[in-house]
């Protein structure tokens, strides 16, 4: 495989330089001394890279309190498919009881000694009283499998209650991840705002570094024809918008672009880029090839895709498209081939 060549970090990763030198070190290259005294605008761009990280740790949040929800959706629903069809069950129970109540009543709904008494044919008598003890023991057979179904269908209903509980639960939590993410891109959209078009244009231009166009990326094999399928729907995905929340096909978040692509490939990947990280086996980052999982950051936060060379496609964050970086653009947590 090739190199891992350290570029010039992009504004992605400002922000948490000091964090950055133990990845630099790792990648065999020296950080740049920081500035004693950062200029107002350097201050704007440093606390604009702040919010975008944030907003990414919000809306891997949201992803997940997402992903929650929509299990417990799906359990919701096949709870109360089983609570339909166990109350089915229930009233066929009471319908047979109430036949087998309404034969004993006309077997034998007198004491048993006077219908003996009036009885004209002693013998068609008893027949009748065995018919009576069968019906009888049948009976309470069924009520005893009645009283069983009755506490089978209290317990899925009490489940369901709460997974419908747990559902409420998991929505607002979807909801108040996304005011998060929100704030947080409302805030960043904000500052950078309030720089000068000169300003604004050096953070565009530093966010991006000229880094869109496709890379030298010969020599590099990937670990399996599904790696290889997911890195040529990464490389197909190379412009599009990054979308807070959205697994594609028009927009990506981090995790999302990872998981549309595998999926591309016939595999199915978590949802968040804390999944990902455990979606494979753990490899060093100098035995990466083409297709494994990068995430970034202690808590696994952000996730790109290696492409050889030193090279990870991912979407960085809002206003900028799904690009190629270097792979050591930030502090790495772990890298996985799935």
Not at 34 to 53: I, M
Not at 295 to 320: E, F, K
Request: one cysteine or more; hydrophobic letters at 40%.
């Amino acid at each position: 495989m090739g190199s891992h060549r350290r570029l010039a970090p992009s504004g992605f990763g400002r922000g948490i330089g000091a964090l950055c030198a133990v990845s630099a070190a790792a990648l065999g290259a020296v950080p740049a001394a920081p500035s004693a005294v950062a200029a107002p605008h350097d201050d704007t761009r440093a606390e604009v890279d702040r919010l975008y990280a944030q907003a990414e740790k919000a809306t891997e949040a949201f992803n997940k309190a997402d992903e929650r929800a929509d299990a417990l959706r799906e359990q919701v629903s096949d709870a109360q498919d089983r609570i339909a069809r166990q109350q089915d069950r229930v009233n066929t129970m009471r319908e047979a009881l109430g036949s087998l109540a309404g034969a004993q009543y006309r077997s034998g709904g007198i004491d048993p000694s006077v219908a003996l008494l009036f009885a004209d044919d002693p013998d068609d008598y008893l027949d009748k009283a065995a018919v009576l003890d069968r019906i009888t023991a049948r009976q309470a057979g069924q009520l005893e499998d009645l009283q069983g179904a009755l506490r089978e269908l209290a317990q899925e209903r009490a489940e369901a209650a709460d997974r419908l509980e747990q559902l409420e639960r998991s929505r607002k939590a979807v909801a108040a991840h996304k005011r998060a993410v929100e704030r947080k891109l409302a805030r960043a959209r904000e500052l950078l705002n309030s720089l000068s078009e000169a300003d604004r244009a050096a953070y565009d231009r530093a966010s991006r570094s000229g880094r869109s166009g496709l890379p030298d990326l010969s020599g590099a094999a990937p670990a399996s024809g599904r790696a290889a399928a997911a890195v040529a729907a990464a490389q197909s995905a190379l412009g599009k918008p990054y979308v807070w929340g959205a697994n594609g096909p028009g927009g990506f978040d981090c995790s999302g672009l990872m998981q549309w692509s595998y999926a591309q490939a016939g595999v199915a990947l978590p949802r968040t880029s804390q999944g990902q990280r455990f979606a494979g086996r753990q490899v060093p980052l100098s035995q990466a090839q083409p297709g494994d999982l990068v995430t970034y950051r202690s808590d696994a936060s952000h996730v790109g895709m290696y492409v050889g060379n030193g090279q990870v496609i991912h979407a960085p964050y809002p206003g900028a498209p799904v690009r190629y970086d270097p792979v050591g653009m930030m502090p790495i947590a772990s890298v996985t081939r799935v």
